[in-house]
């Protein structure tokens, strides 16, 4: 299944569609990103299918991709609790306390790609 988060770029390359890298702006370090937290959700996650977990508020959280799907998972990455159609709608939806996950990205703690 064709991951629909994902568009190619001038050269060929992969790359989120809705949340582009803008390397004029932040430079190459985090693939155009203006940190790890970014990178990690809108590239890693996003494009290239890493699982990923994070800690939010002393609470561990982990994401996994499973075909286009994106999913809020256990620490294991084998249950699925709560799915969404794409990451893209999972980064903008999952709520964090009653915070979107988009909006406290720069808050999240111990972003890891799996």
């Not at 932040?26 to 890693?44: I, L, M």
């Amino acid at each position: 299944m064709e991951n629909t988060d994902v568009c190619l770029d001038l050269n060929g390359y992969p790359m989120n569609f809705k949340y582009q890298p803008d390397v004029a702006k932040y430079g190459s370090e985090y693939c155009g990103y203006k940190s790890w937290n970014e990178e990690a959700f809108f590239y890693e996650f996003a494009v290239q299918n890493y699982d990923l977990s994070f800690r939010y508020k002393g609470k561990m959280y982990y994401l996994m991709r499973n075909g286009e799907k994106a999913v809020i998972s256990d620490e294991h990455f084998s249950k699925e609790y709560v799915v969404y159609p794409s990451a893209n709608q999972l980064i903008e939806n999952m709520d964090l306390d009653g915070e979107k996950l988009i909006d406290v990205m720069g808050q999240l703690e111990d972003v890891e790609i799996w």
